[in-house]
């Protein structure tokens, strides 16, 4: 009751200041500690439509837009809900930028823009395969890359799809209970686990494995193919607040700095320790789903947004790049 009621508050003036202590502690006024008592002591309301309210130890309350992980077909069904594309008129504009995306993130020009965001499988930031939910997200500011940043800048909802989020029933992921954007896409291919085999959110697989996919790949038609990739799904968190900038350093309140974020990732060629050109046909598959997933999104939120210029907006990363060594 009190969240509910408090959410619905007078937005305050823009504000920022140098963090005091670490990033997950500004923003929850406790140090992350052991996973169950961190996730005991994150306190979540579900409001209607899909949102919620998150709070920590501290008066500070976040409100938090739907997140879920839809396929394309869900995406363009959403699209169309909400009016379809032809309420967006206007010509296609596409700029190459290189900077500091927690900085896009936290600038007034970007309110309700569209983020891809460099994620694994699960929607959340392992340096490695290794890696579990359990060791938590503070340590997200250590992994200098596109996914952590966006993470840290957008701190709340981070939380929330580590340590509340509803998976096969059970709140918050584990190791052995995590989100799975590629489960669909493998199973219209094979048996699940067939091919390949999930860890971490990291796609790992064996030589003769990856011969005999390339080969059921090669016997798909065009349109067999374009169904195959529709079921790729991506995480999809709406309207998140932007917390902090400069890794954590530098925090931000503003009631209406919000962005919507899509948890996109590429198959981790490097990871897996086999050659490119073996991951290549499956590899090339995911990326376009994934990539046109983005922007199905992104016109939902610009649908959502309508008479805000900047929803327009969408952010596009290099997914697959660096060391996930996609070809």
Known sequence: QKAVAASASPSQPRRTWPARGDWFKELFGFQEVSYPVTQGLLKATALKGGQWVLQGENEELWRLGRFWTPNLDELEMEVAMLGGTDKLPGRLRVQNIVGDVADFLASEENRHATFQVA???NCLEFPGPSVTPERGITDYVCDKTQGPACSIACGPATAFRNYVVAVDGERGQTTSRQIDNLRDLRSRLGEPGQYIKMKGGYTMAQDKDLRKLNYAIEQLSQSQKKAVQRELRVGVHEDVPV????WGRMQLRDDKQTVTQVFGSACSVSYS??????WAPFARLVL????EATLWAAAAAALRHGAVPSARRVFLTCLGGGVFGNP
Request: net charge neutral.
């Open 119 to 121: 994620s694994q499988f």
């Open 243 to 246: 917390t902090s900038c400069q």
């Open 273 to 278: 320790g086999n050659g490119q050109s073996l």
């Open 288 to 291: 376009q789903a994934s990539y």
